[in-house]
């Protein structure tokens, strides 16, 4: 019987509270305006062999450091290393909810895509290809609605596969533009022997160069605390492994 | 089909307009960003407040309501036209 | 290039950024950034995702246009705060009553219980006319109109219609220096002050969310609606006497009172950010999501159960001790008269100028730990001083306020004291854990009061003036 940490990451009002308490059976107040949920919450819940602590992130737009909640998440994701990122998507708002997902895949490959409110989408006359999303994206994506309860066993089974290492994941790496890539091919390897494998390179690299002042200090902050430990996995996006 | 650069705050009922430009700085610029805001992006002119302010747009499949003072320094060319 | 530094101390993560300023070279990374990502997204959408019906999207355009329109966007928000409150009244009506009649009964037997073990009359006196009578009354008074006020906030809530008002009257928000999630959190104001204060957090830059903070008070919380509901119905309904005729006038009786709360809310945070809370209103986006069908019976179920568990707990950790400490007051006499009559006596030709009498004030004063006392201990106060009445019907009270002399003046004042006064205990410990700030905690008491007392000093001098009453 072992222990996971799940993280769950979304946009605001995607339902990713409803999910949280149906899993965890804590009492939350759910309203149907964004920007709600303001502390993060901790949780626990059982599936099958297994015990997670579910950790409810801030709902947010991005992890660029653009508010508070923004980097109670980010930081949370980098540093706390959870053993799967639970990112919640809504299924009628598909292309800005990406934007999260994407951004989550930067940094970590643990994370399973939970796309839901798919009732909702489908009472709108939306049609999801979950395996084409699957694909491009390199983690599974599983469909559910909290609300109904329906698809969470297999969004389960997805987080245990993840969680116990049954799948390793190849998510889906962003190219940027020339100039971009560039700064990045040159930042990577020096980022890497500052502050070792722990951590992405590619993306510290990222937000250096967009001159991300509070991940600075957060990676300040963090190391002072701590020894650099092995890595939890190994950061592999495609060609640009470094050794 | 081109044409020049308004304001959003300007644009008509129902119309769509690609973004252009975004002259805003700062936190809200970042904001605006990842709520799809971006150059390139079309966008559509839903319907002001019943006092005149903010305007709703709709924008990568979400509805955004923004203030005059943030609308006014978004800039796009009006690709849709207007609904009858 | 620089020679990178292989040691793990913290200087190097500093020459990385200057490096990476440098490699990044000024220039609209950010937007590059984000429009890489936009681009992938849309990539993955359009491969993906498919519109069957696009007509279907539109049916949250349609009601959207309409319910944020220019001719109807304002009308309908009134009409449905003003169901709202038509709901609560008429359906807590006959919930009230009954409950009441309960309680009446039972205290029946306690009393017949003292006797037969002939328990002291003071022990009665505390136990029951006391504790006992302070926490049903709250219970019979309170209970219904919350659970039917609650659940159906938490269906607009839920179906989505908050983010609307919020962008209707935006505009108003932000011309008196306020926040647009000031909409919000003041709609929260309407269940309990106490939470909504903690709900601010919404709002990021501190002066708007001391405004939002400041004046979240002058909506009514469900702590004070029943002496709202109580007082209009009795005397602002007039001549009429037919059911629905009064439950109409007293829905709009208490639509005024809101709108008074929320005229005062955007003047003084139009005055605050004027004066001591001086700034430039902070960027606002605000999403409108698509409406949804709220699971019916889900949230009022789940909403009923956890406000009544509220309320008997806010009864008998508030309402006992002060039912208590009332009782005492009323009972222990001194020099000839009872402590309650002094304190009485002394506060009246303060609360005279404002068009009611010591025993209003007394209540507001005893019930600063919540506003759901107020009226009991005022009852209380009333019964102990002067010949007891037995409580069996809406009928009585107004019997007994009128036999203490109140005309619609003091009814009117007293709700306009209500809505306006200082909020409550736990409100302001709220307020002063979320501001850490002692001053800010006083100034959230002080404020309030200073407007209740103008107000109401205006009104009563105004209505003598004109020998309306």
């Not at chain 2, 960003?33 to 305007?55: H, M, W, Y």
């Not at chain 3, 949250?60 to 309409?66: P, S």
């Not at chain 3, 003091?410 to 909020?423: G, I, Q, R, V």
Request: proline letters at 4%; a neutral charge.
């Amino acid at each position: 019987m072992s222990h996971f940490t799940v993280a769950f990451a979304g946009n605001p009002n995607t339902g990713k509270s409803t999910l949280f308490n149906l899993l965890t059976g804590m009492r939350q107040h759910t309203g149907n305006w964004a920007g709600k949920t303001v502390i993060t919450a901790e949780g626990e819940f059982k599936h099958k062999d297994h015990t997670y602590l579910a950790v409810d992130l801030p709902g947010t737009y991005s992890l660029y450091s653009n508010s508070a909640d923004e980097e109670a998440a980010r930081d949370y994701i980098i540093f706390e290393q959870p053993d799967v990122t639970l990112v919640v998507l809504d299924a009628t708002s598909l292309e800005r909810n990406l934007n999260l997902a994407l951004q989550v895949l930067e940094i970590t490959g643990r994370a399973v895509v939970c796309i839901n409110l798919i009732d909702e989408a489908r009472k709108l006359g939306i049609d999801i290809n979950l395996k084409r999303i699957s694909k491009r994206l390199g983690v599974p994506v599983v469909a559910i609605s909290a609300r109904n309860k329906i698809g969470i066993e297999a969004l389960l089974d997805q987080v245990e596969r993840v969680a116990t290492g049954a799948f390793t994941a190849q998510p889906l790496r962003i190219t940027y533009n020339e100039e971009i890539e560039r700064g990045i091919a040159e930042l990577t390897p020096l980022v890497e022997q500052t502050i070792g494998s722990k951590y992405p390179a590619r993306w510290i690299a990222l937000r250096l160069l967009d001159g991300d002042d509070s991940l600075l200090t957060s990676l300040k902050e963090n190391m002072k605390n701590k020894e650099l430990p092995e890595a939890k996995e190994v950061i592999g996006h495609g060609v640009t492994a470094y050794h | 089909m081109s044409g020049a650069s308004i304001p959003l705050s300007e644009a008509a009922k129902g119309s769509t307009l690609r973004i252009s430009g975004i002259e805003v700085q700062g936190v809200l610029r970042r904001r605006l960003l990842d709520l799809g805001f971006v150059v390139g992006n079309a966008v559509e002119v839903l319907r002001r407040s019943p006092l005149g302010d903010p305007i709703a747009f709709r924008v990568s499949n979400t509805t955004i309501a923004l203030r005059r003072e943030e609308s006014s320094l978004i800039f796009g060319e009006v690709i849709g036209g207007v609904e009858a | 290039m620089e020679s990178p530094h292989i040691t793990k101390g913290l200087d190097p993560l500093d020459s990385l950024l200057s490096t990476a300023k440098k490699l990044a070279d000024g220039g609209a990374i950010r937007d590059e950034i984000v429009s890489g990502i936009y681009g992938v997204s849309a990539g993955i959408c359009g491969d993906a995702v498919t519109y069957r019906d696009k007509k279907k999207l539109n049916s949250t355009y349609k009601l959207d246009n309409i319910v944020t329109s220019k001719i109807w966007g304002f009308p309908i928000m009134l009409a449905i705060l003003g169901i709202v409150f038509w709901i609560t009244i008429a359906g807590a009506n006959y919930p009230s009553s009954w409950l009441a009649s309960f309680f009446g009964f039972i205290e029946g037997y306690l009393t017949a219980g003292f006797e037969a073990i002939h328990a002291p009359a003071w022990l009665h006196g505390v136990l029951v006319l006391g504790l006992y009578r302070g926490t049903s009354w709250v219970i019979s008074v309170m209970l219904p109109p919350m659970m039917i006020f609650f659940p159906v906030f938490a269906l607009l809530e839920n179906f989505g219609y908050l983010p609307r008002v919020a962008f209707n009257m935006d505009r108003l928000f932000k011309k008196s220096g306020g926040h647009g999630k000031q909409a919000l959190t003041m709609s929260m104001g309407f269940g309990c002050n106490a939470a909504a204060i903690l709900s601010t957090r919404i709002i990021e830059s501190p002066r708007e969310r001391m405004l939002a903070i400041l004046t979240n008070n002058f909506v009514p919380c469900n702590g004070r609606w029943p002496t709202l509901i109580l007082l209009s119905s009795l005397f602002m309904a007039g001549a009429a006497t037919t059911g629905a005729l009064r439950t109409l006038t007293t829905a709009s009786v208490l639509m005024g009172m809101v709108l008074i709360g929320i005229i005062v809310t955007l003047t003084v945070s139009w005055v605050m950010s004027k004066t001591a809370l001086r700034g430039v209103p902070t960027h606002y986006t605000l999403e409108l999501p698509p409406y949804r069908r709220p699971q019916i019976w889900k949230t009022i179920l789940i909403s009923s159960k956890d406000k009544s568990l509220n309320v008997l707990t806010r009864a008998i950790v508030v309402a006992a001790p002060a039912g208590i400490i009332t009782w005492i007051l009323g009972n222990l006499f001194v020099g000839g008269d009872s402590v309650l009559n002094h304190m009485a006596a002394f506060f009246d030709p303060f609360a005279h100028m404002l068009g009611m009498d010591g025993f209003i004030i007394m209540a507001f004063i005893l019930g600063l730990p919540a506003n759901e006392i107020v009226l009991p201990i005022l009852l209380m106060g009333y019964m102990s001083s002067g010949a007891m009445v037995d409580i069996d019907s809406l009928g009585s009270i107004k019997d007994v306020f009128l036999s203490h002399g109140w005309t619609w003046l003091t009814a009117l004042n007293m709700m306009l004291f209500s809505l306006l006064h200082y909020p409550c205990g736990t409100t302001l410990v709220n307020i002063y854990k979320e501001t850490k700030s002692m001053k800010w905690a006083v100034l959230s008491a002080v404020i309030p009061l200073g407007i209740a007392i103008g107000v109401t000093f205006a009104v009563a001098q105004l209505a003598r003036l004109f020998g309306w009453v």
